[in-house]
């Protein structure tokens, strides 16, 4: 079975400028999740999306980060425009429906570094 | 709103011996999952093992297993005859059970296997 799929695996930008990162989540996995892991820290819920629909974004920077899940399968993450502060890694996690077997799992793909200059 | 402490910012140890990393949580809650998660140099978050917290019977995974300590709110890590692959982050999560809910992770433990 494929895991999670991220890319690009690495990306170095400049502060003011804008960049996507892509995920595919595990086949039938309906539930979907952005994580910011900043350097020595645990990962932080960005937002979380339930098929196509955003179930918790309450930590997501809506000035600057955006979502979509648009066709509840694949997703994009978009910053614009990047702060120093937003480097760090990206993770992508997916899960498969609350309520079923393994349904509190979240399986994560490699992650997206991102260093922002 | 639920925390995760790990105490230990950094261990090591010997090949071959067998260490323990330390997790403690805070919540209200009586139903909820526990995890330790490995994240190796590449960065890739890899489950360990799993902890129910209906269940009292602690979690084994091969060389992995925990000590679940529903009352002092404690979920400690084992990792037997510790091999160089172990060598990376360790992160303890907690999840309630109540759908979908986000993953609260510890600061994480770094570990090193010595050869």
């Known amino acids: 079975e494929a895991g999670v799929a991220q890319s690009p695996r690495y990306k170095i930008i400049e502060k003011r400028q804008s960049v996507a990162f892509w995920c595919n989540p595990i086949s039938g996995h309906a539930t979907l999740y952005w994580y910011q892991q900043i350097l020595g820290q645990g990962p932080k819920l960005l937002i979380q999306?339930?098929?196509?629909?955003?179930?918790?974004d309450s930590q997501l920077p809506k000035d600057r980060f955006s979502a979509e899940r648009l066709k509840g399968v694949d997703s994009t993450l978009k910053i614009q425009p990047a702060k120093l502060e937003d480097s760090a890694v990206y993770l992508c996690?997916?899960?498969?429906?609350?309520?079923?077997?393994?349904?509190?799992?979240?399986?994560f793909g490699p992650g997206t570094r991102l260093l922002v200059l | 709103a639920q925390t995760v402490t790990q105490s230990q910012p950094e261990m090591s140890v010997q090949e071959a011996e067998t260490v323990t990393l330390s997790c403690t949580y805070d919540?209200?809650?009586?139903?909820?999952?526990l995890f330790w998660y490995k994240q190796p140099p590449s960065r890739q978050m890899i489950l360990v093992i799993r902890?129910?917290?209906?269940?009292?019977q602690n979690a084994t995974e091969n060389r992995f297993s925990v000590n679940f300590q529903k009352a002092a709110k404690s979920f400690s890590l084992k990792i037997s005859d510790s091999q160089l692959g172990d060598t990376a982050m360790y992160f303890c999560a907690y999840l309630l059970d109540f759908g979908n809910e986000k993953l609260t992770f510890g600061t994480g433990t770094r570990l090193t296997i010595i050869p």
């Open positions: 996690a997916s899960s498969l429906p609350s309520g079923t077997e393994d349904g509190e799992t979240q399986y």
């Open positions: 919540t209200s809650e009586s139903n909820y999952y």
């Open positions: 902890q129910e917290a209906y269940k009292q």
């Open positions: 999306f339930q098929n196509n629909g955003v179930v918790d």
